[in-house]
């Protein structure tokens, strides 16, 4: 049977059931709280959830009690699992170059497979909610969603004829996630409706399953496996250690300053973003808003004109502008959204938030074409693992400080996550701003990798 090449099936299948799980596991979380600490079933009809605005109907105090609880539940959760993902997807991304970028893509498949199957058993049988976190750890020890993204990105670069071709393909992929997200959110609200949560559990494992049988029959392999030389663990687990080492220690200083302020950037930038969009749910279901399942969905669909508007923009600026001002674009838009975000209290508002936000998407494809642009080809494994291991730190901090912040303030101020998070852009516009004083040009760090490449291929000879 004749295998192809082409990977974006895969991610957007792995999307969409990733996108319809995450507000589905939050909703799912906050309904069990709330039935066990106020003692009553949740009602969700077509117009709002269970939700009380009278401030000072005793109900409203263990509604805010919920809120805090449900907050504290996902930080526990992301945190079950957070190590494990990191050593696995350093381990297995850093390797691809050697093993191939396919076991990338298939391991987070099983572990989302075994995951969401365990979430139907204990959906149906009304489990503890404790046992929520084997499914956090299941999904670390395979991986998780760093080992996935940082496979994907790097079996796309290797298909990458030039430089120009990276921003693009790696905006395709970004742009499939954000569309795939926002009709998994949209479709979330009335699955939910229509099937309840065990079955939806359910359809996400047949997704998953069907990911994984066209990685292991249909999909080829960017990297030829069969000319790796066989090794034991202990050599494996040096060289992988040793390859990212290597990619430090032997750049010359302003190739190394500048992949050092890529990824600070990077890192900086998708931990306040990230740390903000999450507490999107928690916020939207609490009062005043009250959101409820189908609206939720309609909030997280808006997110994907976000998506498609920014990946049309980015087609346009990457023709008139550097990559580093729309790098700054990106910051600039986020930033407006989430101050409009901490003081939005009805829905037209919440909607409206998505407004200024439209080009926040664009900053993350364009920081990882640059990146991938300042090493060299048999490097590419290596940058992508740093990319990948940094995700899940920047995800798993960004949860931490948030959520923690959020059930601090929720009690006072709901919106101060979002003024919090705009204000930390500080962070990640400076060390943009060190890198554009030292004089960031594309067309002088492709000419200095191609002189890196030679002079290491003198030096082997």
Wanted: charged content about 15%.
């Amino acid at each position: 049977m004749k295998k192809i090449l082409v990977v974006e099936p895969v991610i957007a299948v792995y999307m969409f059931a990733s996108s319809v799980l995450s507000p589905l596991m939050q909703q799912y979380v906050y309904r069990r709280l709330w039935e066990e600490t106020i003692n009553s079933t949740f009602i969700d009809n077509d117009s709002v959830s269970s939700c009380e605005l009278n401030q000072s109907d005793p109900t409203y105090l263990k509604q805010k009690e919920v809120q805090e609880k449900a907050s504290l539940f996902a930080l526990k959760m992301d945190l079950s699992g957070a190590a494990l993902s990191i050593l696995v997807a350093f381990v297995l991304v850093a390797n691809g170059d050697r093993w191939g970028r396919k076991i990338s893509l298939a391991f987070p498949l099983v572990g989302n497979l075994i995951s969401s199957f365990f979430l139907s058993v204990m959906s149906y049988w009304s489990l503890p909610l404790s046992l929520l976190f084997i499914t956090a750890f299941i999904s670390g020890l395979f991986g998780g969603l760093a080992t996935f993204l940082g496979g994907a990105f790097s079996f796309v670069v290797d298909l990458c004829e030039n430089q120009k071709q990276k921003i693009i393909r790696i905006a395709v992929v970004d742009l499939i996630f954000g569309l795939m997200s926002g009709l998994g959110g949209l479709s979330s609200g009335y699955i939910l409706k229509d099937i309840g949560f065990t079955l939806t559990f359910v359809m996400i494992s047949l997704l998953h399953t069907v990911n994984f049988f066209y990685v292991t029959c249909f999909l080829d392999d960017t990297v030829q496996v069969s000319d790796v030389q066989p090794q034991s663990l202990r050599e494996g687990l040096k060289e992988t250690f040793s390859g990212v080492y290597v990619l430090f220690q032997s750049s010359s200083c302003r190739k190394r300053t500048s992949i050092i302020l890529l990824l600070c950037t990077f890192m900086t930038y998708l931990f306040t973003m990230f740390g903000g969009i999450t507490l999107y749910t928690l916020y939207e279901l609490n009062a005043p808003l009250c959101w409820n399942a189908i609206y939720i969905g309609y909030g997280s669909a808006a997110s994907t004109s976000i998506s498609l508007i920014g990946f049309l923009g980015l087609l346009l600026l990457s023709k008139c502008l550097r990559d580093i001002y729309i790098v700054y674009l990106g910051i600039f838009s986020y930033i407006g959204g989430a101050v409009m975000a901490a003081f939005a209290n009805t829905t037209l508002l919440m909607f409206l938030v998505r407004v200024p936000s439209l080009l926040h998407f664009i900053s993350i494809p364009v920081l990882r074409s640059m990146l991938s642009k300042v090493v060299l080809p048999k490097e590419q494994g290596a940058i992508f693992a740093c990319i990948a291991c940094l995700e899940v730190v920047t995800g798993t901090l960004a949860l931490a400080v948030f959520d923690s912040l959020y059930a601090v303030t929720v009690g006072w101020f709901p919106g101060f996550s979002f003024l919090f998070s705009a204000g930390l852009c500080i962070i990640p516009l400076s060390s943009l701003s060190c890198l554009l004083y030292a004089n960031w040009r594309e067309e002088d760090f492709v000419q200095l990798v191609e002189e890196d490449d030679s002079l290491r291929e003198n030096t082997d000879n």
